[in-house]
Nanobody, 121 residues
Protein backbone atom coordinates (compact mmCIF):
# COMPACT_ATOMS: atom_id res chain seq x y z
CA UNK A 1 0.00 0.00 0.00
CA UNK A 2 0.92 3.61 -0.44
CA UNK A 3 0.35 6.40 2.05
CA UNK A 4 0.38 10.12 1.41
CA UNK A 5 0.91 12.33 4.44
CA UNK A 6 0.33 16.05 4.10
CA UNK A 7 1.64 18.80 6.30
CA UNK A 8 1.33 22.53 6.38
CA UNK A 9 -1.75 24.55 5.70
CA UNK A 10 -3.53 26.71 8.23
CA UNK A 11 -4.77 30.27 8.45
CA UNK A 12 -3.16 33.17 6.60
CA UNK A 13 -4.15 36.73 5.82
CA UNK A 14 -4.92 37.82 2.26
CA UNK A 15 -1.70 38.57 0.43
CA UNK A 16 0.25 36.22 2.62
CA UNK A 17 2.12 33.03 1.86
CA UNK A 18 1.78 29.46 2.94
CA UNK A 19 3.27 26.16 1.96
CA UNK A 20 2.05 22.59 2.09
CA UNK A 21 3.95 19.40 1.54
CA UNK A 22 3.06 15.77 0.92
CA UNK A 23 5.27 12.76 1.46
CA UNK A 24 4.56 9.41 -0.15
CA UNK A 25 5.64 6.17 1.47
CA UNK A 26 4.99 2.46 1.23
CA UNK A 27 5.22 0.08 -1.71
CA UNK A 28 6.52 2.53 -4.28
CA UNK A 29 8.27 1.41 -7.44
CA UNK A 30 7.94 4.76 -9.15
CA UNK A 31 5.80 7.88 -9.03
CA UNK A 32 4.58 9.16 -12.37
CA UNK A 33 3.11 12.40 -11.12
CA UNK A 34 2.23 14.24 -7.95
CA UNK A 35 -0.16 17.08 -7.56
CA UNK A 36 -2.53 19.11 -5.47
CA UNK A 37 -6.27 19.40 -5.77
CA UNK A 38 -8.57 21.61 -3.76
CA UNK A 39 -12.22 21.76 -2.91
CA UNK A 40 -14.01 24.68 -1.37
CA UNK A 41 -17.41 24.33 0.32
CA UNK A 42 -20.17 24.19 -2.25
CA UNK A 43 -17.75 24.15 -5.16
CA UNK A 44 -16.44 21.46 -7.45
CA UNK A 45 -12.97 20.15 -6.80
CA UNK A 46 -10.24 21.37 -9.08
CA UNK A 47 -6.66 20.59 -9.97
CA UNK A 48 -4.40 23.25 -8.52
CA UNK A 49 -1.01 22.10 -9.78
CA UNK A 50 0.71 18.95 -10.92
CA UNK A 51 4.27 17.90 -11.60
CA UNK A 52 5.25 14.84 -13.56
CA UNK A 53 8.41 12.81 -13.28
CA UNK A 54 10.24 14.72 -16.00
CA UNK A 55 9.73 17.94 -14.08
CA UNK A 56 6.99 19.37 -16.26
CA UNK A 57 4.33 21.29 -14.38
CA UNK A 58 0.87 22.59 -15.02
CA UNK A 59 -1.26 24.95 -13.01
CA UNK A 60 -4.84 26.08 -12.78
CA UNK A 61 -5.28 29.47 -14.42
CA UNK A 62 -6.43 30.90 -11.11
CA UNK A 63 -3.09 30.17 -9.40
CA UNK A 64 -0.65 30.61 -12.28
CA UNK A 65 2.12 32.98 -11.22
CA UNK A 66 1.22 32.79 -7.54
CA UNK A 67 1.70 29.12 -6.70
CA UNK A 68 4.77 26.98 -7.33
CA UNK A 69 4.85 23.20 -7.23
CA UNK A 70 8.09 21.33 -6.75
CA UNK A 71 9.14 17.80 -6.04
CA UNK A 72 11.95 15.99 -4.27
CA UNK A 73 12.12 12.63 -5.99
CA UNK A 74 14.57 11.20 -3.46
CA UNK A 75 12.08 11.89 -0.68
CA UNK A 76 8.96 11.14 -2.75
CA UNK A 77 7.69 14.50 -1.58
CA UNK A 78 5.81 17.24 -3.36
CA UNK A 79 5.62 20.83 -2.20
CA UNK A 80 3.23 23.65 -2.99
CA UNK A 81 4.36 27.18 -2.25
CA UNK A 82 1.41 29.55 -2.25
CA UNK A 83 2.02 33.30 -2.48
CA UNK A 84 -0.27 36.30 -2.78
CA UNK A 85 -3.08 34.25 -1.32
CA UNK A 86 -6.66 35.34 -1.83
CA UNK A 87 -9.85 34.56 0.04
CA UNK A 88 -10.96 32.44 -2.89
CA UNK A 89 -7.98 30.15 -2.34
CA UNK A 90 -9.66 28.93 0.84
CA UNK A 91 -10.26 25.21 0.48
CA UNK A 92 -9.22 21.76 1.56
CA UNK A 93 -6.05 20.92 -0.34
CA UNK A 94 -5.47 17.25 -1.09
CA UNK A 95 -2.35 15.61 -2.39
CA UNK A 96 -2.50 13.11 -5.23
CA UNK A 97 0.13 10.74 -6.57
CA UNK A 98 0.07 8.35 -9.51
CA UNK A 99 2.13 5.46 -8.22
CA UNK A 100 3.41 2.25 -9.70
CA UNK A 101 3.92 -0.36 -6.98
CA UNK A 102 5.85 -2.75 -9.24
CA UNK A 103 7.61 -2.64 -12.60
CA UNK A 104 4.72 -4.50 -14.18
CA UNK A 105 1.90 -2.50 -12.62
CA UNK A 106 0.01 0.42 -14.06
CA UNK A 107 -0.04 3.73 -12.19
CA UNK A 108 -2.74 3.99 -9.58
CA UNK A 109 -4.01 7.15 -7.94
CA UNK A 110 -3.51 7.63 -4.22
CA UNK A 111 -4.78 10.50 -2.09
CA UNK A 112 -3.82 12.26 1.08
CA UNK A 113 -6.27 13.06 3.84
CA UNK A 114 -6.46 16.75 2.94
CA UNK A 115 -5.33 19.86 4.77
CA UNK A 116 -7.31 23.04 5.32
CA UNK A 117 -6.03 26.32 3.93
CA UNK A 118 -7.97 29.37 5.07
CA UNK A 119 -7.27 32.84 3.76
CA UNK A 120 -8.97 35.42 5.91
CA UNK A 121 -8.29 38.65 7.72
Amino acid sequence: QVQLVESGGGLVQPGGSLSVSCAASGSIFSINSMGWYRQAPGKQGELVARIINNGSTNYADSVEGRFTISRDNAKSTVYLQMNSLKAEDTAVYSCNAAVRTAWYSRPKDYWGQGTQVTVSS
